[in-house]
Nanobody, 115 residues
Framework: QVQLVESGGGLAQPGGSLRLSCVASRNILSIYPMGWYRQAPGNQRELVARIHSGGRTNYADSVKGRFTISRDNAKNTVYLQMNSLKPEDTAVYYC?????????WGQGTQVTVSS
């Protein structure tokens, strides 16, 4: 079992930046895939970015070139650097860990992009 705690959300202006952090309660980052998902009101939860145990990353088309997922194994922390934010990026962002057949989720952090 693992607990995930997100932080770093808030209000940003269009074109601005935010960095989200997700701290895992134990050292899993180098073993299992970690990802960021988001869910806007009325929408399904969608994958934003994922980093695999070997370091390979993949991104949703809507965030390619603007968002970067990274990790610090020593700190059990995954980051999502979000640049050139758009109003349509507004959502609750969730950290995810895929451990064998089970998904673990953080509590979510709100990101609002508005002028």
């Amino acid at each position: 079992q693992v607990q995930l705690v997100e932080s770093g959300g808030g209000l940003a202006q269009p074109g601005g930046s935010l960095r989200l952090s997700c701290v895992a309660s134990r050292n899993i980052l180098s073993i299992y895939p970690m990802g960021w998902y988001r869910q806007a009101p009325g929408n399904q939860r969608e994958l934003v970015a994922r980093i695999h145990s070997g370091g390979r990353t993949n991104y949703a088309d809507s965030v390619k070139g603007r968002f970067t997922i990274s990790r610090d194994n020593a700190k059990n922390t995954v980051y999502l650097q979000m640049n050139s934010l758009k109003p349509e990026d507004t959502a609750v962002y969730y950290c995810n860990a895929q451990i064998q057949i089970r998904d673990y989720w953080g509590q979510g952090t709100q990101v609002t992009v508005s002028s």
